[in-house]
C-alpha cells in the first residue's frame, strides 16, 4: 500500500521527450509538484545538465540554482527539479541567455533561444472560464495561473499574451479558423500550421484540422492545439524547420544533399 507521495522515478519510465539514455543510471530525477504535468515538463537539473551542459553533475547543478542565477518566468527558483513546460521562459541573467521550451516536430522539448524583448512575454492557453467568489470573473491557464477580470471576449481554447513583469493581459488570440497553431500533444506534437476547420462530436472529443506551411493537412484533438499567431503571423519566433515535419525519404534526402555539399 503506498504511504504519501511517490518520490522516485526510474529512468525507463521517464518521459521519452526529455531523451535520456537508458544506461545513464537506474534513476531519473522526479519533478516537484508545480505547474505542469510530470509527463508534460522537464525539470531543471534535466535542462541544466543534459541538455545545456553548465553542470556535469546531480551535485554541481544543486549548486548552480541555490546560487539563485535561474529564473523561470522572471521568479528565481532554486528547486533543480522544478518542473518547466511549453512556453515557459528560462532566464540566466548572469551569462545574458534567455530561452524558451517549446517541442521540436518528433515531439521532444527543444529549448529555443530567444532574445531578451521576446523573453518578457509569453503566451499561455485559456483552460477555463469561471467565475468565483463575489462574482469575480477568472481565467486558468495551461500553466496553472489564475488571472482575474479578464477581458469579457476571451474563451476556452483561446490564448492569451501575458507581460510576466506586470503579470497583465497584453492581448489575445481568438481559437478559431485561419489562425497560426502549435500542436502540443499526440502524434502530432511539435508541429505547427493554420486551422483549417472544427468538428464537434457530441460525447467524444473534438477534432481540428490543421494545415502546415508545405500543404500537409492532419487532424488532432482540440486539446493539443495551442494558437500562436493571428493569420501567418506567429507572435513567438519559432524553431529551425518551422515545424513542418518531413517524411524518413524527405530527411533522408536532405542529409544526403548536404554531405555532398560538404564534400
Not at 477534432?207 to 493569420?231: Q, Y
Not at 501567418?232 to 519559432?238: D, E, N, T, V
Request: glycine residues 8%.
Amino acid at each position: 500500500m503506498a504511504r504519501g507521495p511517490k518520490k522516485h522515478l526510474k529512468r525507463l519510465n521517464a518521459p521519452k521527450k526529455w531523451m535520456l539514455d537508458k544506461l545513464g543510471g537506474k534513476f531519473a530525477p522526479r519533478p516537484s509538484a508545480g505547474p505542469h504535468k510530470l509527463r508534460e515538463s522537464m525539470p531543471l537539473i534535466v535542462l541544466l545538465r543534459n541538455k545545456l551542459k553548465y553542470s556535469l553533475t546531480y551535485n554541481e547543478t544543486k549548486k548552480v540554482t541555490m546560487s539563485r542565477a535561474i529564473k523561470v518566468d522572471g521568479k528565481v527558483r532554486t528547486d533543480m527539479c522544478y518542473p518547466t513546460g511549453f512556453m515557459d521562459v528560462i532566464s540566466i541573467d548572469k551569462t545574458g541567455e534567455y530561452f524558451r521550451m517549446l517541442f521540436d516536430v518528433k515531439g521532444r522539448f527543444l529549448i529555443h533561444r530567444i532574445k531578451k524583448e521576446e523573453a518578457s512575454y509569453k503566451l499561455l492557453r485559456v483552460k477555463a472560464v469561471k467565475v468565483v467568489a463575489k462574482g469575480v470573473p477568472t481565467i486558468v491557464t495551461h500553466d496553472g495561473r489564475t488571472i482575474r477580470y479578464p477581458d469579457p471576449l476571451i474563451k476556452t481554447n483561446d490564448t492569451i499574451k501575458f507581460d510576466i513583469n506586470s503579470s497583465k493581459i497584453v492581448d489575445f488570440i481568438k481559437f478559431e479558423p485561419g489562425n497560426l497553431a502549435y500542436i502540443t500533444g499526440g502524434q502530432n506534437c511539435g508541429r505547427i500550421g493554420i486551422i483549417t476547420h472544427k468538428e464537434k462530436h457530441p460525447g467524444s472529443f473534438d477534432i481540428v484540422h490543421i494545415k502546415d506551411s508545405v500543404g500537409h493537412s492532419f487532424a488532432t484533438r482540440m486539446s493539443n492545439v495551442f494558437p500562436i499567431g493571428k493569420g501567418k503571423q506567429a507572435w513567438i519566433s519559432l524553431p529551425r524547420g518551422k515545424g513542418v515535419r518531413l517524411t524518413i525519404a524527405e530527411e533522408r534526402d536532405r542529409r544526403l544533399a548536404a554531405k555532398a555539399r560538404d564534400m
